[in-house]
C-alpha cells in the first residue's frame, strides 16, 4: 500500500503511508463529513483514500453507494496496491447497493428509525468485528442521502442524515458522505443545504475550491458560497433563455399569446393580442381574461369552465367569439394550456387565441350554399317525382286512348272487311278475294300491335292483377319479340305492393329489358325480385358486353354516357327512399335496386 491520505489531511505535512495512517488513528472516531463535488472521479478518489486507509490500517471499511461508484471506489482501492478480494474475505470491506439498502428502511417515502438502526447498524458491527480486534474503526461512505436529494426528497435525505448522528452515539464509525453540487442549483435549494450542512462535523466543498481551504467555517463558508454561485448560474441562464423566447413571443404578431395567474388575471401580452384584441399591454395587464367574452358566455360562466377544463385535462380548445376592445366582435380558436410548479402545483395559464374571423364568415358562406344547393335538390326531385308521375299518368292515357279509341275503330273495321268479305267471296274475281284477305290480315295485325302498345304503355294487369302477373305477361311478350331467354323469379311470399311501388319496379325492369335487347348484345337475362322484411330486392342482369368502365352512377358528371334510362331508374329508386346500384356483371351488367316498404301491401 502506498500514498494513502485521510480525508481530513490535504496539506504537504502528510507525504507517506505512516503518516496517513497515524492520522487515521488521531481522527475523530465519530466524524460525520460531507463532501460536495463536481466531478465524480474526484470524489471516487477522495472515498477511495478514505476507505483506503482505514483498511491499510487494519481496521474496516463500508461503502454503500451505486454500482458506478461502488466500481470505481475498488479500481482506486487496487491501483493503491491493497488486496481488495482478500478484504473482502476477510470481511473488512463491506460494499452495498445503496438503492437497494436504503428500501429495506423506507417506509412511505421515509427513512424508519428502528429498520435503519437494525439495517445499518447489523453493518456496522458486523464490519468493525471482522476486524478482529480490540479498538478496531470502521470507515464508512453512504450515497444514500444523495440518491434522496436527486429525487426531490428533500426532508428524507435530511433525516436520514440525523439517524446516521443517532447511529454514532452507539456504534463506532467515521461517516463521509458526498453529493453532486449540481444538485443545488436554485435558489430554494439555499435553506436545505444550510440544513445537510448543520447535520455534519466537517464539510468540504468542491475539488475547485479545495486549494484555498485551510478553516472549517471558511470550507463551511465557500460551500455555500458555491451553492448560491450554481442557483445564481442556473437563474442567469433560466432568464437569459426566458428573455429570448418572450421577445419571441412579442414579435409574433398572428397569434395574440400571453399569460395569466390561477384566477385568470392576465400577467403577459404580446404584439399579436394588442393587434388582434385592441388592448395595449399597459390597458389590459392585470385585467381578468373574462372581458374578452360576449355576455351570452359570461352568463353561461364560459370562463370559469374553461379554467376547470385546463386545470383537469392540462389544456382546453375551443371556437367561438370575443369581444375587441371597440365592441366588436371576432371569431377565435383558443388553446389554454396549464403551467405548473415542479410539485405539479398550478402557477398560471398560457393562452393562445387565433383571428378566425374570415374562415368562419367564408364556411358560413359555404353552408348556406350548400343549404340552398340542398333546396334546390329537393326541388328538383319533386319535380322530377312529379314529372315522373306525369309520364306514368300520360302513358296511362294513351293506352286507354289506343285501347278505346284507335283499338274499337279497327276492331269494327276489320269486322266491316270480314262482312264484306263473306258478302262478296263469290261475286268478285279471285284477285281482289286475295287483296281483301290481305287487308284483313294487316288490320287484324295492326289490332294486336296496338294492343301490345297500349299494354306496354300502361299493362291494365299492372291495376287489376298487380305486378307479379304483370311482370309475367310482359316477360313473356319480351321474350317472344327480343328472342332473348329471360328468367323471371319472384319470391312465393310475394304479394300486392302500393301503387307507386309496382310502377317504379315495373318500369325499371321494363326499361332495363329494352336496353338489353338495343345495346347489350346477350342472349340471355336474369330478373330476381324478393321481399325480404320490409324492404324488396330487385337485381337484373344480362351476359352481353357490358357497360364502359367508366359508366358509374358514382361519376355522373364525368360520364354523359348513361342514358335518360339508367338515370330515370334511378330517381324513381330515390323518389321512393331506396338504393340504386350499376355495376359490372361476369360479363355483363348487373342493376340492384333496394326499395323500402312504405305499407302494408294492398
Known sequence: ????????????????????????????????????????DFMVAEVGRFIGTAIGA????????????????????????????????????????????????????????????????????RARKAAGREGARVAAFGEMVALLWAEGKRDAAIQLEQLWNSLAETHSFSLHCAYPMKNFSRRDHSEPFLKICAEHSSVLPTESYMAVIEEEERRRTVAHLQQKAEA?????????????????????????????????????????????????????????FSRFYTPEDLRQDLPARVLQTAREKGHYEGEGWRVRKDGSRFWSNVVVTALRDDTGNIIGFSKITRDMTERKLLMDRIQQ????????????????????????????????????????????????????????????????????????????????????LSYLLHPPLLDEAGLRDALHWFV????????????????????RLPRELEIAIFRIIQESLTNIHRHSGSAKASIRLALDGNQIFLTISDQGKGMPSEATLEEPKKNRKLGVGIAGMRERVLQLGGQFEVAAGNPGTIIKAVFPIPCAAE
Open 369 to 452: 350554399h350548400a343549404e340552398e344547393l340542398e333546396k334546390a335538390q329537393q326541388s328538383l326531385r319533386r319535380l322530377s317525382g312529379q314529372l315522373l308521375q306525369v309520364q306514368d299518368d300520360e302513358r296511362r292515357r294513351l293506352a286507354r286512348e289506343l285501347h278505346d279509341g284507335a283499338g274499337q275503330i279497327l276492331a269494327a273495321l276489320n269486322m266491316n272487311l270480314e262482312s264484306l268479305q263473306e258478302a262478296i267471296k263469290d261475286q268478285i274475281a279471285p284477285s281482289l278475294t286475295h287483296r281483301l284477305g290481305e287487308s284483313i290480315r294487316l288490320a287484324n295485325q295492326v289490332i294486336k300491335e296496338t294492343r301490345t
Open 476 to 495: 313473356g311478350g319480351f321474350i317472344e319479340r327480343s328472342g332473348i331467354q329471360t328468367e323471371l323469379e319472384i319470391s312465393p311470399n310475394f304479394a
Open 232 to 288: 445564481v448560474e442556473t437563474e442567469v441562464a433560466l432568464r437569459l433563455s426566458e428573455q429570448r423566447f418572450r421577445l419571441l413571443v412579442d414579435g409574433i404578431e398572428d397569434y395574440a399569446i400571453y399569460s395569466m395567474d390561477p384566477q385568470g388575471v392576465i400577467t403577459s401580452w404580446n404584439a399579436g393580442a394588442h393587434r388582434i384584441k385592441g388592448y395595449t399591454a399597459q390597458e389590459i395587464i392585470g385585467q381578468k
Open 58 to 125: 487494519g481496521d474496516s471499511g463500508i461503502v454503500i453507494a451505486t454500482k458506478p461508484h461502488r466500481d470505481g471506489i475498488a479500481q482506486q482501492l487496487a491501483s493503491h496496491g491493497l488486496n481488495v478480494t482478500m478484504a473482502i474475505a476477510q470481511g473488512r470491506y463491506l460494499a452495498l447497493d445503496a438503492a437497494e439498502t436504503l428500501a429495506n428502511f423506507m417506509i412511505a417515502g421515509q427513512p424508519d428509525r428502528e429498520r435503519f438502526t437494525s439495517v445499518i447498524g447489523e453493518v456496522v458491527e
Open 1 to 40: 500500500m502506498s500514498d494513502f491520505e485521510p480525508l481530513e489531511a490535504r496539506s504537504t505535512e502528510v507525504t507517506d503511508v505512516a503518516d496517513a495512517l497515524a492520522a487515521w488513528r488521531e481522527s475523530d472516531q465519530h466524524a460525520h463529513i460531507v463532501q460536495f463535488y463536481e466531478r465524480d
